[in-house]
C-alpha cells in the first residue's frame, strides 16, 4: 500500500478492499490496537486491551492510545528509560 493509496482513503476517494484491511489488522494487532479501533469514531474514548489481564478493557482518550501504542513498540530498555524519565 502507498501513500497515494492511503491518501485516497483518507480522502473519502476511495476504500480498502478487504485483503488489505486484513493487512492493516495484522500491522496493528501486534500494539493491541483492532480493526475496530481504527475504523470506528472515536473522537471521545477508545476501548483498548491492558496488558496483563486477560479480556481487560480500559477506556482511554485517543491521545493516550497513540501514546500507549507507541509505548509497546519501545524495547525493554527504552521503556526503562521512559519510566525513569517519568518518575515512576
Not at 476517494?13 to 469514531?41: M, T
Not at 473522537?43 to 477506556?59: D, E, F, I
Request: hydrophobic share 40%; net charge positive; glycine share 10%.
Amino acid at each position: 500500500m502507498g501513500k497515494a493509496t492511503i491518501s485516497k482513503w483518507e480522502n473519502g476517494l476511495a476504500e480498502p478492499s478487504f485483503r488489505q484491511l486484513l493487512s492493516i489488522k495484522r500491522v496493528f494487532a501486534d500494539q493491541g490496537i483492532s480493526l475496530d479501533y481504527l475504523i470506528d469514531d472515536h473522537s471521545a474514548c477508545a476501548h483498548l486491551p491492558v496488558s496483563g489481564g486477560k479480556g481487560l478493557v480500559a477506556t482511554v482518550s485517543e491521545d493516550e492510545a497513540l501514546l500507549l501504542a507507541r509505548y509497546r513498540r519501545l524495547d525493554a530498555q527504552q521503556r526503562r528509560s521512559l519510566l525513569g524519565l517519568l518518575g515512576s
